[in-house]
């Protein structure tokens, strides 16, 4: 199994904002992949489906941005999913809108959703 954690903030005050993409990746995945309706657990909203013939747990924390970690870890954890086995969907401002970087590890950049995943998950 591997766990997408989707990096956003929630309330309609911050929907289609651009710091909430992983919050729009995973609905157009989920929907994309027939994964099942979204409902409340781990402090936040998660889906199930497939890709691939892989399971995946599909997670979009409601504990606000900073506070990711805090939603990804109990989910990780009742699921035994290893961190090699998570994946994050984030914004980089760093990056102009439209660009996609893909990387395995390393730091957090000074991005508060992943320096709580660090916290809460390890670096990797």
């Not at 199994?1 to 005050?13: C, Q, R, W």
């Not at 609905?27 to 013939?53: T, Y």
């Amino acid at each position: 199994m591997h766990l997408i954690v989707g990096l956003g903030n929630p309330g309609s005050k911050y929907q289609g904002n651009r710091h909430n993409i992983g919050f729009m990746a995973l609905d157009v995945i989920a929907d994309r992949h027939g994964f099942s309706p979204w409902r409340q657990r781990f402090k936040g909203l998660v889906a199930e489906g497939n890709i691939g013939g892989q399971k995946i747990l599909a997670l979009k924390p409601l504990t606000y941005m900073n506070l990711s970690g805090e939603s990804a870890r109990p989910a990780a954890d009742f699921y035994k999913v290893p961190p090699a086995q998570v994946v994050v969907a984030h914004d980089e401002m760093d990056l102009p809108l439209g660009t996609l970087r893909i990387k395995v590890g390393g730091g957090h950049g000074g991005h508060n959703g992943l320096r709580s995943l660090h916290q809460h998950l390890g670096p990797d």
